[in-house]
């Protein structure tokens, strides 16, 4: 099974930044397309971002565009998510998943995901 380690959620106020990071074990990671979704208590999963295994395409969802920037590095088996000007709407717990197929990134349809970070942004 692929595992997913996520580190780097926090408290931070609004308006400030934060860099989640998600290492993935294994030797095939650099095949895997990767995603970024978040949850609030009592919501359901929503989509953030997403990225190719090439990262030569990046997919965001309209409440994160301009603010948020989905990034990896093969060589470190790791995404990550890079978030700016955060709002209290952005707290959330954070999850990065991975899946082989890209069809239609947007959606929960992946195959594997991280434990979940907390993000809570004050207002």
């Known amino acids: 099974q692929v595992q997913l380690v996520q580190s780097g959620g926090g408290l931070v106020q609004t308006g400030g930044s934060l860099r989640l990071s998600c290492a993935a074990s294994?030797?095939?990671?650099?095949?895997?397309?990767m995603g970024w979704f978040r949850q609030a208590p009592g919501k359901e999963r929503e989509f953030v971002a997403a990225?190719?295994?090439?990262?030569?395409?990046?997919y965001y969802a309209d409440s994160v565009k301009g603010r948020f920037s989905i990034s990896r590095d093969n060589a470190k088996n790791t995404v990550y998510l890079q978030m700016n000007s955060l709002k209290p709407e952005d707290t959330a717990v954070y999850y990065c998943?991975?899946?082989?197929?890209?069809?239609?990134?947007?959606?929960?349809?992946?195959?594997?995901w991280g434990q979940g970070t907390q993000v809570t942004v004050s207002s």
């Open positions: 294994g030797r095939t990671f650099s095949r895997y397309h």
């Open positions: 990225i190719t295994w090439s990262g030569s395409i990046k």
């Open positions: 998943a991975t899946r082989t197929v890209w069809t239609n990134p947007g959606t929960a349809d992946y195959d594997y």
